[in-house]
T-cell receptor, first 113, second 113 residues
Framework: AQKVTQAQTEISVVEKEDVTLDCVYETRDTTYYLFWYKQPPSGELVFLIRRNSFDEQNEISGRYSWNFQKSTSSFNFTITASQVVDSAVYFC??????????FGTGTSLTVIP | SQTIHQWPATLVQPVGSPLSLECTVEGTSNPNLYWYRQAAGRGLQLLFY??????ISSEVPQNLSASRPQDRQFILSSKKLLLSDSGFYLC????????????FGQGTRLTVV
């Protein structure tokens, strides 16, 4: 069975603080894909990153960085120097070879100016 | 470039009335198509997905049905809406062969009264 757990329901940080959003996944597949999405107040989900199970290299994109660790089945997302525009709900997701996407319950991030 | 259109953006319907939400994708062929529902303050629940015309997989038994009459058209329907059908409905697509990321429409906020 596939499962994604985002234990942090809500997080509040003050602007310019760093924040890490946790994601833990479960799967028996050896080939799988992990994703992060951002859902701003408008509601549309915006794709941020995709990682396959064979690529554990961490990635940095501007203020965003992702830490993929197969040993702990985690795919955590860090925002450095947070800004008010980062306020949104963030979803972690898992996709298997069957092309079904399994989403976590999301973490609501509020950045306080 | 590929685009996804979903309409209407908002909908208020009485209990017992029918429902039809439409989603179309442009700029690609043979996409995988998905319908998700997001209840207020909760995560995304996969309702249906389709890998081809006339091929529909249902994830959760419920009051809804889906159809794919054309390659890039995905329709979510109900014959009689229930109060519990209220929520935010999202259509998504991806190019499934390579397990690419899914791209989402802007969503339909359905309120059943």
């Amino acid at each position: 069975a596939q499962k994604v757990t985002q234990a942090q329901t809500e997080i509040s940080v003050v602007e310019k603080e760093d924040v890490t959003l946790d994601c833990v996944y479960e799967t028996r597949d050896t080939t799988y894909y992990l994703f992060w999405y951002k859902q701003p107040p408008s509601g549309e989900l915006v794709f941020l990153i995709r990682r396959n199970s064979f690529d554990e290299q961490n990635e940095i994109s501007g203020r965003y960085s992702w830490n993929f660790q197969k040993s702990t089945s985690s795919f955590n997302f860090t925002i450095t120097a947070s800004q008010v525009v980062d306020s949104a709900v963030y979803f972690c997701a898992l996709s298997n070879t069957g092309n079904q996407f399994y989403f976590g319950t999301g973490t609501s991030l509020t950045v306080i100016p | 470039s590929q685009t996804i259109h979903q309409w209407p953006a908002t909908l208020v319907q009485p209990v017992g009335s029918p429902l039809s939400l439409e989603c179309t994708v442009e700029g690609t062929s043979n996409p995988n198509l998905y319908w998700y529902r997001q209840a207020a303050g909760r995560g995304l629940q996969l309702l249906f997905y389709s890998v081809g015309i006339g091929q529909i997989s249902s994830e959760v038994p419920q009051n809804l049905s889906a159809s794919r009459p054309q390659d890039r058209q995905f329709i979510l329907s109900s014959k009689k809406l229930l109060l519990s059908d209220s929520g935010f409905y999202l259509c998504a697509w991806n190019q499934g062969i390579r397990n690419t990321e899914a791209f989402f429409g802007q969503g339909t906020r359905l309120t059943v009264v």
